[in-house]
């Protein structure tokens, strides 16, 4: 069975494969599709559709199987191999089998450095094409966004720039090394905090998240550390807020994910001083980080119980913490395994 990265569907191509049609297929005018548009008085939209319907149409053609690929050929010889989505008609990916596919959706309030993460995750996958234990080797899905992009993207950051959200999946396939080359795809997904607005607002934009089995909580150091100290209610309840909308995005889902709890920014902490310093300082030590963290927001000790396991990382998207090159080679990891 094959998931879809986009909707969350799963589809098994022998028995419900719908095809992209080929890139040249015909185009014809569509009388009423065009007097559709004009009754509504949308303009710039091309009335002419597939040409399916029309007699000459090259596009009733049968389904072969190439190399285990199941393959539309038409009429007139012309073949595609993407298949699609019966639900949201966008491509369903190979190697995207529910047994090989890992999705993490990062969430977090606005400015808590999620897209930066995301971003510097691609870039490392991008660049260094190798997992840090040498084990796996990165292959990025260039069909929905330009490597290149995103590696200038993530440079940008790097050097103080402010990311727009990543509206699109972003998909790393892992390749074992070992001869029998196992694949695995990882999936990360940029979730605005508008997405979570409301339960409805979930639902609708968010139809992946249900299956995903890793929901990655940004909380940057600074207000963490200001939280630390401040003890402020109205923080944890908005935090509260953000994690609920997440926790109905996966009700249905037959087991839950992981919840995450990234601290971000820590190349911040050294210079921001007191509580940040200390966070930095404690890293390592899980047991101190999620005391610290529990303290600033005691709703983490109440939600909690809602995920399969809640786990705590740091990590810098922007500078590598001296004496610490890999870290966000090891975070990946951390997350995907
Ligand atoms: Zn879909």
Not at 49 to 75: A, H, M, N, Y
Not at 306 to 333: L, N, Q, W
């Amino acid at each position: 069975m094959r998931k879809c990265i986009f909707c969350g569907r799963l589809c098994d191509p022998e028995q419900y494969a719908l095809f992209r049609l080929p890139p040249d297929h015909r185009h014809i005018r569509d009388t009423v599709y065009a007097g559709y548009l004009m009754s509504r008085g949308i303009r710039g939209v091309s009335a002419d559709l597939p040409g399916v319907c029309d007699s000459f149409s090259p596009e009733f053609g049968k389904i072969e199987w190439e190399r285990g690929k199941p393959t539309l050929v038409t009429k007139t010889g012309r073949s595609s191999d993407i298949l699609v989505c019966p639900s949201c008609h966008n491509e369903l990916f190979r190697d995207t089998d529910v047994n090989v596919l890992t999705s993490a959706v990062f969430f977090g309030a606005k400015d808590s450095g999620k897209t930066s993460l995301v971003l510097a995750l691609a870039r490392e996958c991008i660049t260094k094409q190798f997992s840090p234990d040498e084990k796996y080797r990165y292959f990025f899905n260039e069909k929905l966004y330009d490597p290149n992009g995103i590696t200038s993207v993530a440079e940008r950051v790097r050097e103080g720039g402010k990311p727009d959200d990543l509206r699109s999946p972003t998909v790393i396939y892992r390749v074992t090394g070992s001869s029998d080359g196992r694949v695995m795809c990882d999936v990360m997904y940029d979730v605005s905090v508008t997405d979570t607005f409301d339960e409805q607002s979930v639902n609708v934009t968010m139809p992946f998240a249900s299956g995903s089995q890793h929901f990655v909580y940004c909380i940057p150091v600074d207000k963490l550390a200001e939280m630390i100290v401040s003890d402020s209610e109205a923080a944890d309840i908005r935090m509260k807020l953000d994690i609920y909308g997440m926790v109905s995005a996966f009700r249905y889902a037959e087991e839950p994910p992981v919840l995450d709890l990234t601290v971000t920014k820590l190349d911040l902490a050294e210079k921001l001083g007191g509580a940040a310093a200390d966070i930095l300082r404690v890293r390592g030590d899980v047991r101190t980080l999620r005391n610290y963290i529990t303290t600033a927001f005691p709703c983490i000790d109440e939600l909690g119980g809602m995920f399969r396991e809640v786990r705590i990382h740091t990590v810098s998207a922007v500078a590598p913490i001296a004496g610490d090159d890999e870290a966000i080679g090891k975070y990946y990891c951390e997350i995907f395994g």
